[in-house]
Each structure stands twice: as structure tokens, then as C-alpha cells.
Nanobody, 122 residues
């Protein structure tokens, strides 16, 4: 079965940095769709960044200029480098993956990790 595993979360001071990692296994395509989402308590899950299956990154307005998504759509590896973290970035961050299709880069993903917690203190 497909497995999606995130790591790298933790607690940082505002202005600090974290790098999240994700490994997707069992989704064996030439390349796959990859993305990072997050969900804070009491809020809806939101997309942070996508790595479209052609390698093109897409960012939310909040992430733009501060976060960098990178990875390998063929190997199923994914990172999210986060700089200048703010308290409002605190959330559980989820790695998402899907088969290559026209929906790559949308908010619809079939496979999800368990999440990794990011806390940012003021």
C-alpha cells in the first residue's frame, strides 16, 4: 500500500526556520503530484505549497517568499524549507501525494501522511 511519512517538525521561535521532509512509497509512477498542507486548531486544512508533477512549485500567498518546496516527483521525496516562521504558521503539516493527473496542483490528493507538528512561539 501507499505510505506517506513526514518528519522534521518541532518548536521554534518566531523568525526561525524548519525543514520538513516527506517520503512517499508504493506510488510507483514516472512522477507523482506532491504537496504540503497544514491545519491549525479550529481552522480548515489549507494548501501550503505544491510540487506539480512537472516539477513546478506553487505557493500559497502566506508561504510565498518565505517557504521553498523541493523534491523529486519520480522518487517521491519532498521537502519544505520554512524561513521567517510566524506564530500563525503553527499547525500540523501534512504531506500529500497523488497519481499524475490534471488535478495535480489542486487541493485534491488521495494519499496523506499522519502529519508533523510545527509550533512557533512569539
Amino acid at each position: 500500500q501507499v505510505q506517506v511519512v513526514e518528519s522534521g517538525g518541532g518548536s521554534v521561535q518566531a523568525g526561525g526556520s524548519l525543514k520538513l521532509s516527506c517520503v512517499v512509497s508504493g506510488l510507483d509512477y514516472l512522477n507523482i503530484c506532491l504537496a504540503w498542507f497544514r491545519q491549525a486548531p479550529g481552522k480548515e486544512r489549507e494548501a501550503v505549497a505544491h510540487l506539480i508533477n512537472d516539477g513546478t512549485p506553487k505557493y500559497s500567498e502566506s508561504a510565498k517568499g518565505r517557504f521553498t518546496i523541493s523534491g523529486d516527483n519520480a522518487k517521491g521525496t519532498l521537502w519544505l524549507q520554512m524561513h521567517n516562521l510566524r506564530p500563525e504558521d503553527a499547525a500540523r503539516y501534512y504531506c500529500a501525494a497523488d497519481r499524475p493527473s490534471l488535478r495535480c496542483g489542486t487541493d485534491v490528493y488521495y494519499y496523506w501522511g499522519q502529519g508533523t507538528q510545527v509550533n512557533v512561539s512569539a
